[in-house]
């Protein structure tokens, strides 16, 4: 069939018309070899739907403080994304200092928000001063990994529930043969199992304003770490390495972040994997600090049909269907409430090793940030401390946890 020339002219036109309207946004995420695979299984259907906005991804966040750093240095440098994701302890720097936006002009805008499965109680995980400033993506909690194999090969049929549990299994695999019983993951981001073993004695590490690391249950945590990694014999493994050896079938028990579930399963050797409750200190953990991160928007845009696109990508990734790929493609649970309750109904049924962090819901509690410019410097230095545990410099926990106080007072506001 021949086009006339007005025809052409109009066809043309209207092409010019769609390329124009084709908005442009940039993105950033954390931990590639945890969630590249949920945004591929995402990203054709958001594709689909908005075939107008173009989602550029940037270089993937090493860590939560890697992902802070990074937003620190590009908003000096007037070269933020638009949308980021963030740690949920590392939100608050960021409102503070003016580079995330609240959401509520967007959020108001949205006639059927609540009942697309954004309630309360997971917003408030990203509310400051009664202000909305992200959508939670993805929420974790500490649980056990255990190899049964190996557990079975020493007798051990029931999991542990106790860290007394835990070293009394780590003893009986020692004389099994089992040279690298134990990863206990001292070393994950945020110092976030130093804030676990707090929580589990029901106490914050952060208490009005105060870091509480003088007190006698951040002492009893010291000493419980040095229980387990003296008695267990652990080895001082960088996390990806302890990961990798839990995966090819090498370690006995693991404890880790329930987010890694996909990737242990996607990589998982013969043998069978069964997660199961964080360990208490002498009893159940009486609370838990809720890892993940949230979506944030850090355009810098003036452009309204930028930050419409912004915000139209944020809510898919954190809707329902999006949040169903979480679950389905890591270990991490869906803070969308449609998500669990429609998408998801017969999922975790069917994977009980997802299951086990559903479960310990009633413990969730804040991970929280340090007060302060130096929130960071902080962390660093109470993981400094801890891996003096695991090598064997640090021997009294006294002492190390006197150092612990003074140094991290040099660093507070005022100190």
Request: glycine letters at 8%; one cysteine or more.
């Amino acid at each position: 069939m021949k086009l006339t020339t007005t025809a052409m002219v109009l066809a043309l036109s209207a092409s010019a018309v769609y390329a124009e309207d084709k908005v442009t946004i940039e993105f950033a995420y954390p931990y590639s070899h945890l969630f590249d695979v949920t945004y591929e299984a995402m990203m054709p259907a958001f594709n689909a739907a908005h075939p107008n906005i173009e989602v550029k991804f940037r270089a993937t966040y090493e860590s939560y403080e890697d992902g802070t750093n990074t937003i620190l240095r590009e908003a000096v440098a007037g070269n933020l994304p638009d949308v980021t994701m963030q740690g949920l302890n590392r939100q608050q720097p960021l409102i503070e200092k003016n580079i995330a936006q609240s959401l509520e002009p967007f959020i108001a805008q949205e006639a059927d928000f609540e009942k697309d499965g954004y309630h309360q109680a997971m917003l408030s995980l990203s509310t400051f001063n009664d202000e909305v400033y992200g959508l939670p993506f993805s929420i974790s909690l500490p649980v056990g990994y255990y190899n049964m194999d190996i557990l079975r090969a020493g007798g051990i049929e029931e999991l542990p529930q106790t860290w007394d549990d835990v070293i009394a299994a780590c003893e009986t695999m020692k004389a099994n043969g089992i040279d690298n019983p134990i990863f206990w993951g001292w070393n994950i981001t945020g110092n976030w199992f130093v804030q676990a073993l707090l929580w589990s004695q029901d106490s914050a590490i952060v208490k009005d304003g105060r870091v509480t690391l003088d007190s006698p249950e951040t002492l009893a945590a010291l000493e419980q770490m040095q229980e387990i990694f003296t008695k267990c014999d652990m080895q001082n493994l960088e996390w990806k390495a302890a990961l990798s050896s839990f995966s090819a079938g090498d370690i006995g028990m693991m404890f880790w972040s329930t987010s890694a579930l996909g990737a242990v399963e996607r990589s998982q050797g013969d043998f069978e994997l069964v997660t199961g409750p964080f360990p208490g200190m002498g009893g159940k953990p009486m609370g838990l600090p809720a890892g993940g991160n949230a979506a944030m928007l850090t355009s810098t845009s003036d452009d309204p049909a930028v930050r419409e696109a912004a915000w139209t990508f944020l809510k898919y990734i954190t809707s329902g269907d999006g949040a169903a790929e979480v679950a389905k493609t890591t270990g991490y649970m869906p803070p969308n409430r449609a998500a669990n309750e429609i998408i998801l109904a017969d999922f975790y049924e069917q994977n009980p090793n997802k299951q086990t962090a559903v479960d310990q819901l009633p413990l969730l509690r804040d991970w929280q940030a340090y007060p302060g410019d130096n929130g960071l410097a902080i962390t660093q230095v109470i993981y400094d401390s801890i891996e003096r545990i695991v090598t064997g410099d640090a021997t009294d926990m006294k002492e190390l946890q006197r150092e612990l106080v003074e140094e991290v007072a040099d660093l507070l506001p005022n100190g």
